[in-house]
């Protein structure tokens, strides 16, 4: 998987316990436009998961949004820390 200049493995072999217990976290410079993204692809009900939560700042201190995607991993997509605390 390649997205600009990032980059990582995807396997062909999946084991759902590993799946609903894994989380990517990704940060993002434009949270607002990956929202609209993820919530124009309407992926709840082309995949048969969970709908994506709205990005909302943290106790942590992270502005975030969710989604799951179709193996059930959880994604973190959050604001570059220097965007939200600006």
């Known amino acids: 998987?390649?997205?600009g200049s990032h980059s990582f493995l995807?396997?062909?072999y999946y084991v759902?316990?590993?799946?609903e217990n894994f989380v990517m976290h990704m940060f993002?410079?434009?949270l607002d436009a990956w929202w609209?993204?993820?919530t124009a692809l309407d992926?709840?009900?082309?995949y048969?998961?969970?709908?994506?939560?709205?990005?909302k700042l943290q106790s942590w201190g992270l502005t975030v949004a969710y989604m799951f995607?179709?193996?059930g991993v959880l994604w973190h997509i959050a604001a570059s820390p220097a965007k939200t605390m600006a």
């Open 1 to 3: 998987m390649h997205l």
């Open 10 to 12: 995807l396997q062909d």
């Open 16 to 19: 759902e316990v590993w799946a």
């Open 28 to 30: 993002v410079d434009d």
């Open 36 to 38: 609209e993204h993820l």
């Open 43 to 46: 992926i709840a009900s082309r």
């Open 48 to 55: 048969g998961v969970k709908s994506p939560r709205a990005p």
């Open 69 to 71: 995607d179709p193996a």
